[in-house]
């Protein structure tokens, strides 16, 4: 990747710079991954841009995480309920700092770190972006070929652009509300953080591209992400459906085209199996499974429409098939025939999944102060998955005194002058557990 020249080092002077006087380093190459040697500095909270981050860790760049003293804001969430592997995850791979970027000491710090840095991601609001200066007009002042990612719930620019945006308001002015559950019912979310991880994996294309493009003409880029353009492309289909006058709205579990098509009870207690049926070959291949039964024949399911058309009461019938017998039988039965079939995993399943384990989809990791757990691997090219790494989330601040001194080159009186001044901390303030106040 294109590295700045050695003048350029130092970020010119602003208001408390004479903390950080003096040169700072970049990064040393110390593998073959396809980003060694690039910096990136995450100043983000919750999950969209410390994911890509993560993965852009995964794929070898160094990756800073700039905590604020009240630290990011999944970290407080997953320390007040336990849940520390929400926090773990998306922070893999990475070293924390605390820098208050809002103070001049840590303006200062930060304008230096960005000198010696590739890129710079955040998901901080627009109007907020602008006031602690992560712009991407002000971060050239301190690196003429920084790449910079402004990721936000609408995109930084529009009459939308100010508005606050969390996963459940994103599902809902996507798209992505409208479109899950069941005909007639309330429109219902679709769980976990779609839009999050979807802008987190927009914003690595965007990342790599303007890299590329950095090496060839030596200039930076800003890439702008709004999450809701990004989970947009996860309800395409019923946009592109609107253009024919077909308003798909919610489905169920049910294929817009095909019956049958769904998730059916088995024998077990609390399993189940997902069947798709999507041509004739398919349907006459599960007939033959199930010993082609008399109502199989029947009239209302000899056509593709026809099923489609009576497809509760397709549904019906073939779950009554599949709750007679056991899981494995049922899968080796349809799958023997050739149908695409699949028992309905658990993440206990996932974790033991032999398929998974032959091609190395997870790693333990062991986690101070929350255990060993496995951390899933991005898609990698060969033979890059080889040396796929994975380090544990860093601990609040846990990396100060390398990246202060080591990186930064600060002394011993700047550092602690830093920390006098509020502009770092070396432990997280205490958060008060619900329903306690800080006293």
């Not at 399993?271 to 007939?287: F, H, M, N, T």
């Not at 149908?339 to 790693?363: C, K, M, S, T, Y």
Request: proline share 7%.
């Amino acid at each position: 990747m294109h590295n700045m020249r050695e003048d350029q080092h130092d970020a010119p002077p602003t208001q408390g710079s004479a903390l950080v006087s003096g040169s700072a380093d970049r990064v040393t190459p110390g593998s073959s991954l396809p980003l060694d040697g690039i910096r990136v500095i995450e100043v983000g909270t919750m999950i969209a841009a410390p994911y890509a981050a993560a993965i852009l860790g995964d794929l070898g760049a160094a990756v800073v995480k700039i905590e604020s003293p009240d630290s990011d804001a999944l970290r407080q969430s997953a320390q007040l309920s336990g849940t520390h592997f929400r926090f773990n995850e998306p922070n893999r791979n990475k070293q924390a700092i605390c820098l208050d970027i809002s103070r001049p000491g840590g303006q200062a710090v930060f304008r230096k770190l960005v000198a010696v840095s590739d890129v710079v991601i955040c998901n901080l609001r627009p109007d907020v972006v602008d006031k602690l200066g992560l712009d991407h007009a002000t971060l050239r002042e301190s690196n003429e070929t920084i790449v910079t990612v402004r990721l936000s719930a609408f995109g930084a620019t529009g009459p939308h652009a100010w508005r606050r945006g969390t996963a459940p308001t994103i599902d809902g002015a996507s798209g992505l509300a409208s479109l899950n559950g069941y005909p007639g019912r309330d429109p219902l979310r679709p769980g976990g953080f779609y839009p999050d991880l979807t802008s987190a994996l927009f914003s690595v294309y965007g990342v790599l591209a303007a890299l590329r493009h950095r090496d060839i003409t030596g200039e930076g880029q800003e890439i702008d992400v709004a999450m809701t353009e990004c989970a947009g492309h996860l309800v395409g289909e019923a946009l592109m459906g609107l253009s024919f006058g077909r308003d798909a709205g919610p489905q169920g579990n049910a294929h817009p085209e095909h019956a049958p098509n769904n998730c059916y009870p088995c024998g077990a207690p609390d399993s189940w199996i997902a069947i798709s049926v999507e041509s004739e070959g398919d349907w006459e291949r599960l007939r033959h499974c199930m010993g082609d039964p008399e109502w199989a024949r029947a009239d209302r399911f000899a056509t593709p429409a026809a099923r489609k058309e009576h497809e509760l009461a397709l549904d019906h019938l073939v779950g009554e098939w599949t709750a007679g017998q056991e899981p494995s039988v049922v899968l080796e039965a349809l799958r023997r025939e050739g149908l695409a079939a699949a028992l309905v995993a658990n993440a206990g399943d996932i974790l033991e999944d032999r398929q998974l384990a032959h091609r190395r989809f997870f790693r333990t990791v062991m986690q101070p102060g929350s255990g060993s757990g496995p951390l899933p691997r991005i898609a990698f090219p060969s033979p890059f998955g080889r040396e796929w790494r994975a380090s544990p989330a860093p601990e609040f601040a846990q990396h100060n005194d390398t990246l202060f001194r080591d990186v930064l080159h600060l002394d011993a009186e700047q550092i602690e002058r830093l920390y006098a001044e509020g502009a770092s901390r070396r432990e997280l303030r205490s958060q008060p557990r619900p329903g306690e106040s800080r006293g």
